[in-house]
């Protein structure tokens, strides 16, 4: 029979909450994988297209902590000998583990939890108990359902581009982007990072269902900490994710790191704190052959992929544009700038059929309308040759102390 218990103090409670809240934007189920020396909690959304994991250090975060599972028990006979997996509803354990509250008479003052395996019955059970001021005690009883983890794995040594920012310049970024934008493209040039967020396009016959508005925001690159990242590369990825990253990552006071190498392949955020490490891959998309220097290829969009804007030089614009059809978005107008950011364009109306004046350097982010080809449905036996981020669901990763578990691969 599996046996774990662990302490928290009020702070620690408090940090719970916090990595409950942020994964549950990605999911509603999370994934419990308890080790001798580490607590993880992780989740991977239902399109498989982002996996969020907080990784808790039993000597650190915990008041204590102890893991025992003998070579005889349920979990063992199923997987590792050495970790034991379950998962249960978020919100099913954010009624449990609450926030900070006002009354301090009754606040929690430490939380036990007791894991309780049971061979001979069918429901096995996560008790909790809350000891609150004034001697109150909350008991809770939740029922868990064992799981088999997917992890994403990703090799940190392959990636060649990589910065590092404080989540509060992200935060005043995505503080002018659109509430219905759906998408980010994040690229680099003229010693600046941009941020674009926009919407693609739907079409049912002459209507249009989704208005493609874009927004871009530009941020020097003195603001980072730490910047190496290849001009004009750019990569799409989804902006609801990317606000939930940002948004905890300001709340934990962390400097966020981001890892990648090119378009299709995955994006890792990742900052640590306090005896917690935390880590979030997201496919993106754009063209994958972006990272390949070629003055004379003419900037392309994938037709199964979401659009964001390429690069292009002025002459190739020039010459291009009596083969073009009129471009249907406005040219993009500055707006004025906020501390840490400066704003590089604002929304557009697909209505107006004026050109960009030639100081912009990007090209479209949506596709015309009159190529209905570039909507078709995915053909597999095509993309046969595209990269595509897998799901490791053994994790036999040796874990190392220094660093999150390398799940997430960035084969090349």
């Known amino acids: 029979m599996v046996a774990l218990s662990f302490s928290l103090a009020p702070e620690a409670l408090y940090q719970l909450h916090d990595a409950l809240t942020c994964l549950a934007k990605f999911y509603e189920t999370v994934a419990i994988e308890a080790e001798f020396d580490l607590l993880r909690l992780s989740v991977l959304n239902s399109t498989k297209t982002a996996y969020a994991a907080f990784v808790f250090e039993s ?54 939890v007791e894991l309780h395996e049971h061979p001979d019955q069918t429901e096995c059970r996560l008790a909790i108990k809350m000891f609150c001021g004034l ?16 992890h994403a794995v990703f090799d940190r040594t392959k990636t060649t581009n990589q910065w590092s920012i404080e989540p509060r310049f992200l935060r005043e970024i995505t503080d002018h982007f659109s509430p219905s934008a759906e998408q980010l493209d ?59 990253v940002i948004a905890h990552a300001e709340s934990a006071h962390s400097t966020i790191t981001a890892r990648y190498t090119r378009p299709t392949r995955p994006l890792q955020l990742a900052y640590d704190f306090g005896g917690v490490k935390t880590e979030f891959t997201l496919m993106t998309t ?20 979401t ?26 107008r500055p707006l004025t700038g906020t501390p840490g950011a400066s704003v590089r364009g604002t929304d557009t109306n697909t209505q107006s ?31 046969e040759a595209e990269d595509r981020l897998g799901w490791d669901a053994t994790g036999d990763q040796v874990w190392q102390r220094t660093d999150l578990p390398r799940r997430i691969t960035d084969q090349s």
């Open 186 to 244: 994040i690229y680099s040039e003229n010693g600046k990072a941009v941020f674009t967020s926009f919407t693609t396009k739907i079409t049912d016959g002459k209507e249009i269902l989704k208005k493609p508005v874009h927004t871009s925001v530009a941020i020097d690159k003195k603001d980072f900490e730490y910047f190496l990242a290849e001009d004009n590369l750019h990569i799409a990825i989804t902006l609801k994710d990317f606000k939930a």
């Open 59 to 112: 000597d650190t975060f915990f008041e204590s902590y102890s893991f025992d599972m003998p070579r005889g028990s349920r979990a063992s006979r199923t997987g590792r000998p050495d970790r034991f997996c379950c998962q249960l509803y978020i919100k099913a354990l954010l009624s449990v583990f609450k926030g900070r509250t006002r009354d301090k008479d009754t606040a929690v003052e430490r939380c036990e």
């Open 286 to 305: 754009g063209d994958p052959d972006s990272d390949i220097p070629d003055s004379s290829r003419a900037p392309e969009l994938s037709a199964r992929q």
């Open 353 to 383: 059929q004026r050109p960009p004046p030639a100081s912009i350097q990007f090209d479209s982010l949506f596709v015309p309308a009159d190529d209905d080809r570039q909507w078709d449905v995915p053909n597999d036996e095509e993309e």
């Open 135 to 150: 001697g109150v005690i909350k008991s809770y009883k939740l029922t868990y359902e064992p799981t088999t983890v997917n």
């Open 307 to 332: 659009p964001a804007p390429a690069g292009v030089s002025r002459a190739n614009v020039t010459s291009n544009t009596s083969h073009m059809p009129p471009p249907r978005a406005r040219s993009i």
